[in-house]
C-alpha cells in the first residue's frame, strides 16, 4: 500500500529554502548529501535533549507515539475529546497536510500551540523575533515559518478554536541551580536505528524550578509572515496559498519550475560523477539543465557559487553571468590601494578576483606573497607553539551556576617548532568524563604547555582567542584557589572581545594561519577554500620537500616525536600520483558511520568547527558505551586534534621552505 503523500512540516521547510526540493525528496534515485543515520545526526545537532526537558514542564502530558499517520491520528483525536489536556506529539490532518506538535494544550476551546526549539533566546536581544523595520529578523524566519504552518494546518483542522502560537526556546538568560542536570538526559537509539531519550529517575522538582527553556508567544510573528513572506520564488503569491500549492504539488508528485540561484550552493539533492554512471541523478543537475539548457561539459567549468566568499553571486545569476570564465574585473570591483597605497596584503576582492583570473587563464600556480610572509617569520620567536583546541556547548549545564550553552574546551593538542628545526608532539588534553566541567583543567594543562617561555603561538582561525577569552569570564564567576594567575596567563596570549568589559591585547598574542593563508597565499588546487582540510592536501601536492620529508616513517620516532603516532608516513600517494589527504589515513572516529557521513562532520570552512569531534564528545557525554568503546573513541580524538596542529606545522614548513628556495 502507497503512503500517503503529506506535506509534513519537515517537508514545508524544505520547500521554503526551495519548492523544487518537494520533487526530490525522499526518491531514492536522488540522494540525498544529508546525514544518513538519524542518531548520528542526533548527536551533531546536539540539541535533542531539549525536547525531553520540554515535556518535563508539563508532567501531564500524553504522548503519542505512534509512528502511524492514521494511529497517532486516531490517538489525537480519541484525547481531544478531552475538555482538558495536554498532549505531546499530537497527529493533526488537514486534506494533505500531517503535521506532530511538539505541545499542544487544550483548555476548552481554546488551543496552545508549542514547537520546542534548541536555539538560545534572549529577551533583551532577540524580543518579539522582529527587526528595527517591525518584519520579521532573517534568522527567525525559519522558526517563525514552522510554527505559521502547524498554526494553519491546526486552525483548519479546528476552525472554531482559538489558537495561541508559541516557540519554546533555550533562555541563555537562566542559570542552573542544581549541579548534573545534563546527565539526566541519556541519548539512545532502538532496534531501528532511531532516536530516543533515557530520563533519570533521579532528576528533581529542584532541577526544574529554574526554567532553562522560555516560552515565547509568536502570535504577532505569524500575522507578519501571513502578510509579507514567502510572495517571491514560490508557486503562488502568498504564503497561505503557497501552503495549499506545495500540498497539491507534492500529493500529484509534480515538480515545480526550479529557480537557480545562490541557494543552490547548498543543494543535498547532488551526486558524484561515479553515482551518477551507476544510475543515480542529481536534483540540482537536473535544475540548471532545465534553466540553462546546459550539456554535461559545462558542468565541468567552475562557476560564481565557487568564488570564495562571494556575496555578489545572486546578482551574477540574475544577470545571466554563471561561469568563472563569463566574469570580468567590474563584477568584482577589487580595491587595490588604500588612498592610492598599494595593500600590503590581500583584500577580499583581490583573492577572489585572483581566483577568477586563474581559473580563466588556467593558471595553476601558487600565489605566494614572500616579502609579506617573509616580515611574518621575522617577527615570529622561537620555540614555535601550534595548537588546536576541540570545543561544545551544550543546552542543558553540567553544573550549578552555569548558563545553556557555556563553551566547554574539552582537547587540545600542541606541536613545537625549535629554531634548530626539531619538531615534537610536544603536549595534548583530553578529559571526556561524563558530567564533568573541563575548561579550568583544560586552562591549567595549557599553561603548563605554553607557560615556560616567550615563544610565538599559532593558531588557525580566531577560535582559540575567542575560547580562552569564554574562559576567562568563567574563570572571573569561579571561586578557583588560581584563577587570578589563569586569567593573566589568558590575557598575555590573547585580544580581548570587542564587545568586552575589559579591554587588553597580550604580548604573546595569538597569530592566526589562517589570516595569512587568506592575506598572502593562494593555491587554485584549494578551489578557493581556506579550510585546512584543503589547504593542507594542496601544500602537500605541491612540494617536492614535504614530500620527501613525510613519506619517509619519520613521525613518531625518536627524530620527531609523537605521543599518539609510531613511524608515521604521512605522505602516500594514490595511483594517479596525488597525495592521499592525512585526515582519509586515519582510522574511523565511528565505526557504524559511512563514509558519506563522516565527510558531512567533517567538513567546514575552518579547523576549528570540530564537527566530528564534537559529535564524539557528544556520544561520550550523552550514551552509555562500554570502557572499550569509550578507549577507542578517545584514542581516536587523540590522532584527530593530533593531525590538526601537525597539519599546521606542515602548512608552516611548506611556506618556510618556498621563502628559503625564494
Request: proline share 4%; charged share 25%.
Amino acid at each position: 500500500m502507497t503512503s500517503p503523500r503529506y506535506l509534513t512540516k519537515s517537508r514545508f521547510k524544505l520547500a521554503t529554502q526551495c519548492p523544487t526540493k518537494l520533487f526530490y525528496t525522499r526518491k531514492p534515485q536522488y540522494p540525498d548529501t544529508m546525514i544518513d543515520d538519524p542518531f548520528l545526526a542526533a548527536l551533531a545537532d546536539g540539541g535533542h535533549q531539549v525536547g525531553e526537558l520540554a515535556k518535563r514542564y508539563h508532567p501531564d502530558g500524553h504522548d503519542i507515539k505512534s509512528l502511524s499517520y492514521d494511529e497517532s491520528e486516531r490517538e489525537t483525536l480519541e484525547l481531544l475529546k478531552q475538555d482538558k489536556v495536554t498532549i505531546f506529539e499530537p497527529a493533526i490532518r488537514f486534506n494533505n497536510l500531517f503535521i506532530r506538535v511538539d505541545i499542544l494544550i487544550k483548555h476548552g476551546n481554546h488551543f496552545e500551540l508549542i514547537e520546542v526549539k534548541a536555539k538560545s533566546y534572549t529577551a533583551s536581544e532577540d524580543k518579539d523575533f522582529l527587526n528595527t523595520k517591525e518584519m520579521l529578523d532573517s534568522k527567525w524566519k525559519p522558526y517563525i515559518y514552522d510554527v505559521a504552518f502547524q498554526k494553519y494546518v491546526l486552525q483548519s483542522a479546528f476552525p472554531n478554536a482559538i489558537i495561541s502560537s508559541y516557540l519554546m526556546l533555550v533562555d541563555k538568560n537562566a542559570v542552573c541551580e542544581t549541579d548534573g542536570m545534563n546527565q539526566k538526559f541519556i541519548l539512545f537509539k532502538d532496534e531501528n536505528n532511531r532516536k530516543g531519550i533515557d530520563v533519570s529517575s533521579t532528576l528533581t522538582e529542584k532541577d526544574l524550578n529554574t526554567k532553562l527553556l522560555k516560552k515565547v508567544n509568536v502570535d504577532k510573528a505569524i500575522n507578519i509572515a501571513y502578510e509579507h513572506e514567502l510572495t517571491t520564488g514560490m508557486p503562488a503569491h502568498t504564503f497561505i496559498d503557497n501552503i495549499n500549492a506545495l500540498s497539491k504539488h507534492y500529493a500529484q508528485d509534480l515538480k515545480i519550475a526550479p529557480v537557480i540561484g545562490k541557494k543552490c550552493k547548498d543543494c543535498e539533492f547532488t551526486c558524484s560523477h561515479e553515482d551518477e554512471q551507476n544510475g543515480l541523478l542529481s536534483g540540482k543537475k537536473e535544475c540548471w539543465q532545465e534553466q540553462l539548457r546546459w550539456q554535461a561539459s559545462d558542468f565541468a567549468e567552475p562557476t560564481v557559487l565557487d568564488v570564495w566568499n562571494f556575496r555578489g553571486a545572486e546578482h551574477c545569476i540574475q544577470d545571466g553571468i554563471i561561469k568563472l570564465n563569463d566574469m570580468t574585473i567590474e563584477d568584482i570591483d577589487p580595491e587595490s590601494t588604500i588612498d592610492g597605497i598599494k595593500r600590503a596584503a590581500l583584500s577580499t576582492k583581490e583573492r577572489q578576483w585572483l581566483q577568477i583570473e586563474k581559473t580563466q587563464k588556467q593558471d595553476t600556480t601558487l600565489y605566494f606573497d614572500d616579502e609579506s610572509m617573509a616580515r611574518e617569520f621575522a617577527s615570529w620567536t622561537y620555540p614555535l607553539h601550534f595548537i588546536d583546541f576541540e570545543t561544545s556547548a551544550v543546552a542543558i549545564p553540567f553544573y550549578k551556576g552555569m548558563r545553556p550553552y557555556e563553551g566547554i574546551a574539552f582537547q587540545f593538542s600542541h606541536h613545537q617548532v625549535n629554531e634548530d628545526g626539531s619538531i615534537a608532539h610536544a603536549g595534548q588534553f583530553l578529559n571526556t568524563e561524563k558530567g564533568q566541567f573541563p575548561n579550568f583543567e583544560f586552562i591549567r594543562a595549557l599553561q603548563d604547555e605554553l607557560g615556560n617561555d616567550n615563544g610565538t603561538i599559532l593558531m588557525y582561525s580566531p577560535h582559540e582567542n575567542t575560547f580562552l577569552n569564554t574562559i576567562y569570564r568563567q574563570l572571573q564567576q569561579s571561586n578557583e584557589h588560581d584563577k587570578d594567575s589563569l586569567c593573566e596567563f589568558i590575557k598575555t596570549i590573547t585580544v580581548s572581545r570587542k564587545k568586552s568589559d575589559e579591554s587588553w591585547s597580550g604580548e604573546r598574542a595569538m597569530v592566526d594561519m589562517l589570516k595569512l593563508v587568506k592575506q598572502y597565499c593562494y593555491d587554485p588546487a584549494t578551489n578557493g577554500s581556506n579550510s585546512i582540510k584543503y589547504v593542507l592536501p594542496a601544500m602537500l601536492n605541491s612540494s617536492t620537500f614535504l614530500q620527501n620529508k613525510y613519506s619517509q616513517p619519520v613521525y613518531g620516532s625518536s627524530e620527531m616525536p609523537s605521543l599518539n603516532f609510531t613511524y608515521k608516513r604521512w605522505i602516500q600517494f594514490d595511483d594517479n600520483g596525488h597525495v592521499i589527504d592525512p585526515y582519509k589515513q586515519l582510522p574511523k572516529m565511528f565505526s557504524d558511520a559511512t563514509d558519506h557521513d563522516v565527510e558531512l562532520l567533517s567538513e567546514g570552512d575552518e579547523l576549528n568547527n570540530g564537527g566530528l569531534a564534537l559529535t564524539a564528545y557528544a556520544k561520550m557525554q550523552f550514551t552509555e558505551m562500554s570502557e572499550y568503546e569509550r578507549a577507542q573513541l578517545s584514542n581516536a580524538l587523540l590522532m584527530y586534534c593530533e593531525l590538526d596542529t601537525w597539519a599546521m606545522v606542515a602548512i608552516y614548513e611548506g611556506w618556510k621552505e618556498m621563502l628559503i628556495s625564494g
